[in-house]
C-alpha cells in the first residue's frame, strides 16, 4: 500500500479500508509482525462463523454435501464479501489506530 494513495493520511486509510475496500491480507501487510498474528487470528474467527452459519443452512453449495469439515469455507465469504471485508477491518481498524502496530506504510 502506498501512502501517497491517501494522503500519508491514516484516518484516510482506516475509513477507506472500513468501507470493504481493501483485503484482509492488504490490511494485514500494513501491521507490524506481532499485530498481524492476532489481527490475522481474529480474522480467522470471523470466517469461521460464515462458514458454521452456511453449514447451518443445510443447502450445501454441493450435491454430495458440504466439502469442508471443521475448515474454512470460500463460498459464504465470497457471497459477504464486502460485509466480510468490513468485519475485518473493524478489527484491523482497532489494532491500526496505534501507531505502534503500524508497519511502514
Not at 19 to 24: I, M, P
Not at 50 to 78: F, K, R
Amino acid at each position: 500500500m502506498r501512502p501517497d494513495l491517501f494522503g500519508g493520511n491514516p484516518e484516510r486509510l482506516m475509513a477507506f479500508a472500513g468501507e470493504g475496500h481493501l483485503s484482509k491480507l492488504e490490511m494485514a501487510d500494513l501491521l507490524t509482525p506481532e499485530s498481524r498474528a492476532a489481527y490475522l487470528d481474529v480474522c480467522a474467527a470471523i470466517e469461521k462463523e460464515y462458514t458454521e452459519a452456511c453449514t447451518a443452512t443445510n443447502d450445501p453449495c454441493l450435491d454430495s454435501g458440504c466439502a469442508l469439515d471443521d475448515e474454512i469455507c470460500l463460498q459464504p465469504l465470497v457471497r459477504a464479501e464486502v460485509e466480510y471485508q468490513q468485519a475485518c477491518a473493524a478489527e484491523w481498524i482497532k489494532r491500526f489506530k496505534n501507531p505502534k502496530n503500524r508497519a511502514s506504510w
